[in-house]
């Protein structure tokens, strides 16, 4: 079982640490010979509204940041769905169609990647900051770079995203406005297709 004190003090005893008088214990990540107190990471829980062009990272039900995005044009559309994110790399190489883009300014995933469990799909930066706002990249969210730089730190593996293709009640009570009638999206009616084999 893992504990963290909440007040109080911890004293080793054989080996182990233990309360003091007047400690509360509540369960955590804990070490037994470090003596050291590690919290469990945050769970954090991003929604992506395509059509508002928005992301928002949110903590317990609060939101912590808004950012605007890109998302995947008619003909590549962004993925609507559930995913968890899987990995995240600084610097990344862009690889597509037998093109090889080293990081830097030309990269067009910027200067992070935040990849999902879709293969080819993923959260990440751009070099056309202009698209930002509009549905224009291969079917990946977009950032600008220096959003980009902020989202990753604030994300970790493990954390869930949600992609809406329209307008739900969630997606009203977080970016406010209405609800859409209900109709397929584009990116619904691709979605079984496969889209392409890299999105951007």
Partial sequence: MAWTASRGRLIKVFGWLVPT?????TPCAFTQDSGTLVAPPVRRQVIVSIPDCKLVVMQNGAVLRVFQIAAGASTS????????IVNRLTDPTYYHAGVVVPPGKDNPLGPRWVGLNKKGYGIHGTNAPGSIGKAASHGCIRLRNRDIVQFFTMVNIGDTVEIHGERDEQIAEIFGGDVDAPATTVAQAHAG??????GQ
């Fill in 77 to 84: 559309p962004s993925p609507a769905g559930a995913f968890v």
């Fill in 21 to 25: 008088l007047g400690t509360i214990l």
């Fill in 193 to 198: 297709s496969g889209g392409p084999a890299g």
